[in-house]
């Protein structure tokens, strides 16, 4: 089940041809990350240490400052230690960007991978229907 996020446009996020930039698109992403990570894993993002290792981002439509904007995320499947996620941006009720992210959690000293802890891995599990 996805996880959406409203997200105000800023005349800070526009670039010189009045679209949000590319790279504030990422940040658009992060916005829907963080609202999944609330929702879904009930915890502060300071209580488990994880990266993003892989962001692919496909654009479909610009982005202006009038645009009423919704980032949507879901988890399809779950990896030993990684978090696939997947993205849906519309502005003005139409898709903007699709992308997908991989969320990868670190051990202790953040020199490698750990296993997804045992009550997130259950929570996205509950949640997503896996």
């Given amino acids: 089940m996805a996880v959406t996020t409203e997200i105000d446009v800023r005349y800070r996020d526009l670039d010189t041809l009045a679209h949000v930039n590319?790279?504030?698109i990422a940040t658009y992403l992060e916005e829907g990350r963080v609202g999944y990570i609330d929702d879904v894993f009930e915890s502060g993002l300071a209580e488990y240490g994880f990266?993003?290792?892989h962001l692919e981002i496909d654009f479909e439509r610009r982005v202006e400052i009038v645009d009423d904007v919704e980032v949507?995320?879901?988890v399809p499947e779950l990896g030993t230690s990684s978090v696939p996620m997947e993205y849906e941006i519309?502005?003005?009720?139409e898709t903007a960007?699709?992308?997908q992210?991989?969320?990868v959690f670190l051990d202790a000293e953040q020199?490698?991978?750990a296993p997804i802890?045992?009550?997130i891995r259950e929570r996205v599990e509950a949640h997503e229907g896996l």
């Fill in 22 to 24: 590319n790279a504030v």
């Fill in 51 to 53: 990266v993003i290792a």
């Fill in 72 to 74: 949507t995320v879901e």
């Fill in 90 to 93: 519309t502005a003005g009720g």
């Fill in 97 to 99: 960007a699709t992308a």
């Fill in 101 to 103: 992210t991989t969320l």
């Fill in 111 to 113: 020199d490698g991978t």
């Fill in 117 to 119: 802890p045992e009550e």
